[in-house]
């Protein structure tokens, strides 16, 4: 096997899809009378939703029961795709704070071959905490270095990380905002050591945001110009690359179109400089945080590039973010731009593990600045679905999509609703969070005596 | 709106001709007799609340109000449905279901479908201290070069031009204390503002109300400063321990001059001044602590120098010990949901507020983040239906508490701001809803009468000098 079939191989075994055998331990349940939201279909007054083996089988407002069927009462309830949230560190930082428990980040400054889901923590109290509030799957990015790594999609359902994945990769993950977001974990860690790359690699982290641009543009060309000299790099006889074999080959997926590039930017201008990279690289294009992308909302509509961004940043927090308003997502998804509402833009602290579940406020939010429902329900449902490359099979209801549902005893975005049934690949999940288990323990004092 | 503006211009240009406002003179420490030999100038006497930076806010010109129709969440008791309030020179002068339109209520707002809270109080914010941009020129908030900085005033680091104000205003939020990080074992004395325009933080400064201390428990102080020290939880409460045995000498060499006025002035030393004054009772302490276990070795340590702690900030513990703050008498401020973050925030749960306030402890709810401050109605909201999940009884009239009347407690202003009650000062918001809907908005917000925010009128609306030329957009709209 040569190093070019291998690592075409690897590449092949990396982009994990969900086996069909994840799904296999599913009852059948009809759940009736509610009101349904396929999302990708208009709302179904008094409809049913039949689950069978996992999958969604059938949707509508005159369907028949399955007999032995498990019938779950939705009468005055509403059913809905379960919630995603694309852009989280669920299970890559567990307390923020101890290092030990973050595993978001790649060594360098170049690491478009980090796999972060491949280290993603099955055993999270937040999975079950996240999963109750009606978040059913969740996108996993990692952080650090120009180039971050690779973003994955994974199901909160039981199971280990590999098989906890929905898909991955769905993007890779770049930044062209200087300063603190350059710096991740291993950084800190290995300050100084970083000179030590060799063979014309990037060693130093960008100093200004043309200077990244620059990084990202040579990163594609050596991808491009890597791509027919693989053997030549084998017998050591190429010039100098900027990043390495893996990095290279992880890009070669931006640039064969295989994977956008998620691009963190908040500024108008640094916005409209990777709109105008990605059509002069001819590569899929999300950008990240997009603090001030109303201001080109039509022209990423035009250009297909989506927005994944927050429903409640309005303060000019830096002066990447002058133009930050809480109406933002609202006003891209009226220009016609495909929005994922995420948490806090991506900016913030605990909402990124221990609230990613509150992403269904956040839709609540972006209603009180000017989405309709109807688009804040897809912005949290197929529309990240469809940035992170899963719409096919979550994200929507209807026939023969994974189960991925919930039902809610009212408004899904309002304080006052709980999401009552929580079904992740056709199973209901029921049990209680670690926090729930606090509650119960300390809900009458004194405990004892101490 | 146009008036606002000018409205703002002279007020500005009032309050820097006004004369102290009287309560410097009420304060002014006692005079030396005349046989204590050369009399010393106020810098050189040691009493708290001295108040040499006094406050010099006026009210803004406000108008008679009449609110009517609306639903009233008064923090003073059950919800009134078409209520009312009148609002004269400032001041709450009537609530309830029947008010008559008086003659000289020139404003009306008919607030049917709406409902009218308090202004919002948040006890833990760090606006003006780490404005908005995040920029490190203007990172004021934490003087992390000492695990005891008692000595420093947080009103010194703040930027009146942050942002971050106007848009905590529009979220309904009329008073706010400013505290020091919480990277030293005790950070310094913090600042009651009122949330508005101004150009000094003297005119923000609540007038007469009293200073706090803030304090911090476990993980920031032994992180910050591993390598000197100190480096351990038992290290953290040695350090309290030593500040507090220094205090309590400083204070009886002051306490003996003040009752003498003989001899030297003993040298005046502004931490164990602000020290002594929370000895005193005088200041308020204001801890922040995450673990249950952490405050009750702090509430031993009260017991041992003769203190109150008045409240325990984050306190995301506090529902394991809400009987031992209910016997104590202490406060828990806290976030709705807030956790995870690091090792003592780990056992953070929804319902701790409502556990708090079940337990009879006073329970309050706290931001410590400039876009977490505008939503604290959809935080308390979170709060509120956590508890019912947990099957406790809360009512909307209840919570509305956490973020009203008992965070003015905290800071103890109950008897000026944070209840519809007549002689209250009108700190009102008119919301377009339910304050408990996501979909709700802070429409209206005055502060002691006058409107000083309005959802509808955004060209008018307060926007500080940085946003000029910055930020196109109005502050919301």
Redesign the interface.
């Known amino acids: 096997m040569t190093m070019r079939t291998m690592l075409a191989a690897m590449a092949l075994a990396s982009a994990l899809a969900l086996p069909a055998t994840a799904l296999a331990r599913a009852e059948t349940v009809a759940i009736t009378g509610g009101t349904v939201y396929p999302v990708s279909g208009p709302r179904i007054p008094n409809g049913t939703v039949v689950i069978r083996d996992g999958r969604i089988a059938a949707v509508g407002a005159n369907v028949a029961i399955p007999v032995g069927a498990r019938r779950i009462d939705a009468r005055g309830k509403i059913v809905t795709p379960g919630i995603i949230n694309a852009q989280t560190e669920l299970g890559l930082v567990?307390?923020?704070?101890?290092r030990s428990t973050r595993n978001i980040s790649g060594r360098g400054i170049v690491n478009a071959d980090f796999r972060p889901w491949e280290g993603f923590f099955s055993g999270s109290a937040?999975i079950a905490s996240t999963r109750e509030d009606g978040i059913t799957t969740v996108g996993i990015f990692p952080t650090g270095g120009l180039v971050s790594g690779q973003a994955a999609a994974m199901d909160l359902a039981d199971g280990t990380a590999a098989e906890m994945v929905r898909k991955a990769p769905v993007g890779v993950v770049a930044t062209i905002v200087t300063g603190p977001r350059f710096t991740s974990d291993v950084d800190e860690m290995t300050a100084g050591d970083t000179e030590t790359a060799g063979g014309g690699e990037l060693a130093q982290p960008p100093a200004s945001r043309a200077d990244a641009l620059a990084a990202l543009r040579e990163l594609l060309e050596d991808a491009r110009f890597y791509e027919w000299r693989r053997a030549r790099y084998d017998s050591g006889t190429l010039r100098g690359l900027i990043a390495s074999r893996h990095a290279l080959e992880a890009l070669l997926d931006v640039v064969k179109r295989r994977q956008p590039l998620i691009v963190t930017a908040d500024r108008l201008d640094d916005i409209d400089a990777m709109v105008r990279f990605a059509r002069a690289e001819r590569i899929r294009l999300v950008i990240a945080g997009g603090a001030e992308a109303w201001k080109i909302a039509p022209r990423l509509a035009a250009a297909h590039v989506a927005v994944i961004t927050g429903a409640?940043?309005?303060?000019?927090?830096?002066?990447d973010?002058?133009?930050q308003?809480?109406?933002n997502a609202a006003l891209l998804r009226r220009a016609g731009v495909q929005v994922a509402l995420i948490g806090?833009a991506g900016g913030g602290?605990?909402e990124e593990?221990?609230?990613v579940r509150?992403v269904k406020?956040e839709a609540?939010?972006a209603?009180?600045y000017g989405m309709s429902h109807d688009d804040a329900l897809r912005a949290v449902t197929l529309g990240p679905a469809t940035i992170l490359g899963i719409a096919d099979r979550v994200g929507s209801l209807a026939p023969g999509k994974d189960a991925n549902l919930v039902v809610w005893s009212g408004d899904p975005?309002?304080?006052?609703t709980?999401a009552e049934h929580v079904f992740v690949r056709g199973r209901e999940y029921r049990d209680r969070s670690r926090?729930d288990q606090?509650?119960d323990r300390?809900?009458h004092?004194?405990r004892t005596n101490n | 709106m146009q008036r606002f503006i000018r409205v703002l211009a002279a007020v500005l240009a009032a309050t820097f001709a006004a004369v102290p406002p009287p309560s410097l003179a009420q304060q002014t420490p006692p005079s030396p007799a005349p046989s204590a030999g050369p009399t010393p100038g106020p810098g050189a006497v040691s009493a708290a609340n001295t108040d040499p930076y006094p406050s010099t806010y006026v009210p803004f010109p406000s108008r008679p109000l009449l609110i009517k129709n609306a639903t009233l969440l008064t923090a003073a008791g059950p919800v009134v449905r078409n209520g009312s309030i009148l609002v004269r020179n400032g001041k709450i002068a009537a609530v309830g279901a029947s008010i008559g339109t008086p003659a000289d209520a020139v404003e009306v707002v008919d607030a049917r479908g709406k409902y009218v809270t308090p202004g919002i109080v948040d006890i833990h914010s760090h606006m003006g201290d780490y404005p908005a941009p995040g920029v490190s020129a203007h990172s004021d908030g934490n003087e992390a070069t000492n695990p005891n900085t008692a000595n420093v005033w947080a009103e010194h680091s703040v930027w009146p031009q942050d942002p971050q104000f106007p848009r905590a205003l529009a979220g309904g939020v009329t008073t706010v204390q400013v505290l020091p990080g919480s990277a030293n074992l005790i950070g310094g004395r913090s600042a009651i503002l009122k949330v508005v325009p101004a150009r000094t933080v003297q005119a923000m400064k609540f007038p007469g109300a009293r200073y706090g201390l803030k304090m911090a428990c476990g993980e920031n102080p032994k992180r910050v400063y591993a390598q000197r020290g100190p480096s351990t939880r038992m290290g953290n409460m040695a350090g309290y321990r030593a500040a507090w045995i220094a205090a309590e000498a400083y204070k009886r060499r002051w306490d003996a001059w003040n009752a003498t006025h003989r001899g030297d002035l003993p040298q005046r030393d502004l931490a164990l001044e602000t020290l002594a004054g929370a000895l005193r009772g005088d200041i308020y302490v204001h801890m922040h602590c995450y673990r249950a276990d952490e405050m009750a070795q702090v509430i031993d340590m009260s017991h041992e120098f003769g203190y109150k702690v008045r409240a325990f900030h984050h306190a995301v513990e506090a529902y394991k010990i809400a009987d031992l703050l209910a016997k104590e008498g202490i406060i828990a401020t806290m976030w709705a949901d807030w956790g995870g973050f690091k090792m003592e925030a780990l056992d953070s749960v929804r319902a701790n507020i409502g556990l708090v306030d079940a337990a009879g402890a006073r329970a309050t709810i706290h931001s410590d983040d400039p876009s977490g401050i505008q939503r604290l109605n959809q935080e308390v909201a979170k709060a509120m239906f956590a508890a019912k999940r947990a099957g406790l009884p809360v009512t909307e009239d209840v919570a509305v508490k956490w973020m009203t009347i008992n965070p003015a407690y905290a800071l103890g202003l109950d008897d000026r701001i944070g209840s519809l009650e007549p002689g209250k000062n009108a700190d009102l918001v008119l919301w377009d809803g339910d304050p408990f809907s996501v979909y709700t908005h802070a429409e209206k917000t005055w502060v002691d009468g006058a409107l000083l925010y309005d959802r509808d009128d955004p060209q008018q609306n307060w926007k500080t000098d940085f946003e000029l030329g910055y930020v196109r957009s109005a502050v919301r709209k």
């Open positions: 567990e307390v923020g704070g101890e937040y409640m940043n309005n303060i000019p927090e830096t002066f973010r002058l133009g308003r809480q109406d806090n602290a605990d593990t221990f609230n509150n406020y609540g939010n209603v009180a975005f309002e304080f006052s709980s926090q606090l509650i300390y809900r004092l004194p």
